[in-house]
T-cell receptor, first 117, second 112 residues
Framework: AQKITQTQPGMFVQEKEAVTLDCTYDTSDPSYGLFWYKQPSSGEMIFLIY??????QNATEGRYSLNFQKARKSANLVISASQLGDSAMYFCAMREDLGGSQGNLIFGKGTKLSVKP | DGGITQSPKYLFRKEGQNVTLSCEQNLNHDAMYWYRQDPGQGLRLIYYSQIVNDFQKGDIAEGYSVSREKKESFPLTVTSAQKNPTAFYLC???????????FGPGTRLTVL
């Protein structure tokens, strides 16, 4: 079974609108971390935001917020006020702190976001 | 400037040749990683190193080799045993293994 699932291969959003990128995860490890990375066409992976499994509040970083619903095992990324520069691939990743992946990141297949002017 | 550098950005090699990809970081991070990305896919872990002179196989280590003789350097050799070496290779580092990973700009390898 896939540990990280991103069900939206591609998304469109109008400039200045908010968009939600979906991510669900599967783990039995009580301690884990969830990450979102942005990959522009240049290829570099840019870290956006992190949520720990024990964090009480949803993480926020500027225009990025992570909608963490632990019982549903979802960690959706919300981008507010989209900009043309937000057009990129977005990857959700999980780190299991105690389990078989030995603390290494497991990546989803990504969502391609296109921002329309 | 602190960061992770990978060279070269593009690399072309003939089938059957070994090739070494460079990864250097000046962030004083203990842990370093190599990932492979194929078109339309997420990243898959090749090798990782938590400390100098130690490294571990990731999910797809066959046909690859690494060394970690210095804290700041973690070169990856793609050997002739790797059946489908054409891919985008990304290097990352983190302060310790469970910390956030930061990535270099990547090397696109094409084997002709």
């Amino acid at each position: 079974a896939q540990k990280i699932t991103q069900t939206q291969p591609g998304m469109f959003v109008q400039e200045k609108e908010a968009v939600t990128l979906d991510c669900t995860y599967d783990t039995s490890d009580p301690s884990y971390g969830l990450f979102w990375y942005k990959q522009p066409s240049s290829g570099e992976m840019i870290f956006l935001i992190y949520q720990g499994s024990y964090d009480q509040q949803n993480a926020t970083e500027g225009r990025y917020s992570l909608n963490f619903q632990k019982a549903r095992k979802s960690a959706n990324l919300v981008i507010s006020a989209s900009q043309l520069g937000d057009s990129a691939m977005y990857f959700c990743a999980m780190r299991e702190d105690l389990g078989g992946s030995q603390g290494n990141l497991i990546f989803g297949k990504g969502t391609k976001l296109s921002v329309k002017p | 400037d602190g960061g992770i550098t990978q060279s070269p950005k593009y690399l072309f090699r003939k089938e059957g040749q070994n090739v070494t990809l460079s990864c250097e970081q000046n962030l004083n991070h203990d842990a370093m990683y190599w990932y492979r990305q194929d078109p339309g896919q997420g990243l898959r872990l090749i090798y990782y190193s938590q400390i100098v002179n130690d490294f571990q196989k990731g999910d797809i280590a066959e046909g690859y080799s690494v060394s970690r003789e210095k804290k700041e350097s973690f070169p990856l050799t793609v050997t002739s045993a790797q059946k489908n070496p054409t891919a985008f290779y990304l290097c990352a580092s983190s302060r310790r293994q469970l910390d956030t990973q930061y990535f270099g700009p990547g090397t696109r390898l094409t084997v002709l």
